[in-house]
């Protein structure tokens, strides 16, 4: 069984490694087991676990009350809050999910193109990609499907992204402002950023895309070498925005970005800044880009 560290935990989590300490310490949540040197390490259940303790507290339900479920209580809970959520408010992701449980990427392409041919990629990405990932990211933390599957569907869908953003990439030059992307923690929404990148082009921006994650500092490294007007930043992290929004509010005005986009926010917050520009899913991604465009 595959292992993982607190930090692991809370990058594909999001929840901060000090607040998963606490509800270990007030709640016991989780039990990791240590090492000689008395280092926390936890199986993979356990990362299901924190999963869905992410995805509860995240639509307003309060630890205390998650604390009190038994495993079954929280799988059964996150089943209910997802369906009242739309994630699968058409039939068709069903249809798509079974195509691609049995790891044939022919019969999974298959079922996808029509889709994409039918509505291009960005309204079939809103449409039926996205809350495919959706669904399949929480039927694999409930235990209804096999992590190989969930990861088979989301390289599938990242791979026909980046073959759409080279079709742009080679019919025709970028005419429009530079933008930089950074990735500040890895998390599941790592496929939207691809997705935002070929939004951007498709808009004839000109994209800087790094890759990989990179601390917010590199923001300044990036500009020195290649000067833009915009920034999208993706993290999904619970208090990341409330923490860093005046950090990078800052280096916007230093560097004279006219907009930034937090991009995939995961909290409600009154933030007010003029340069700041807050999103919470790809659909609200597309708009703020189309308003700035």
Do not use: C
């Not at 280092?39 to 356990?46: A, H």
């Not at 999910?97 to 193109?113: C, K, T, V, W, Y």
């Not at 930089?180 to 929404?189: C, E, G, K, V, Y």
Request: glycine fraction near 6%; avoid cysteine.
């Amino acid at each position: 069984m595959n292992v993982f560290s607190i930090k692991d935990l809370e990058n594909l989590s999001g929840i901060r490694s000090h607040t998963i300490r606490i509800w270990e310490k007030r709640y016991r949540i989780l039990e990791p087991d240590r090492t000689e040197s008395n280092i926390r390490f936890y199986n993979e259940n356990e990362l299901r676990k924190i999963l869905n303790i992410a995805y509860l507290n995240r639509n307003g339900v309060k630890i205390s009350r998650i604390a009190k479920f038994t495993d079954d209580e929280l799988s059964g809970q996150v089943v209910k809050t997802s369906s009242s959520d739309n994630v699968d408010k058409d039939s068709r992701t069903g249809e798509l999910l079974m195509s691609a449980i049995r790891f044939s990427d022919e019969q999974f392409r298959g079922s996808l193109n029509p889709y994409i041919e039918k509505h291009g990629l960005e309204k079939a990405y809103i449409t039926y990609l996205y809350p495919l990932l959706v669904k399949a990211r929480i039927l694999w933390q409930t235990g209804s499907l096999a992590r190989a599957q969930e990861q088979f569907i989301r390289n599938t869908i990242a791979s026909l992204i980046i073959e759409e953003n080279n079709r742009i990439i080679t019919t025709a030059a970028p005419k429009g402002p530079a933008v930089a992307m950074i990735n500040t923690s890895d998390n599941q929404n790592d496929i939207n950023f691809l997705f935002y990148r070929y939004i951007l082009r498709k808009r004839n921006f000109e994209v800087i895309f790094p890759g990989g994650i990179l601390p917010a500092s590199e923001v300044i490294e990036i500009h020195k070498i290649k000067p833009f007007g915009f920034l999208v930043v993706n993290s999904n992290s619970f208090d990341y925005l409330r923490k860093m929004s005046g950090h990078f509010s800052d280096i916007g005005k230093s560097l004279m970005i006219k907009r930034i986009i937090f991009a995939d926010a995961q909290e409600n917050t009154s933030i007010r800044n003029n340069n700041l520009i807050i999103t919470s899913g790809p659909d609200g991604f597309i708009k703020a880009v189309d308003k700035i465009a």
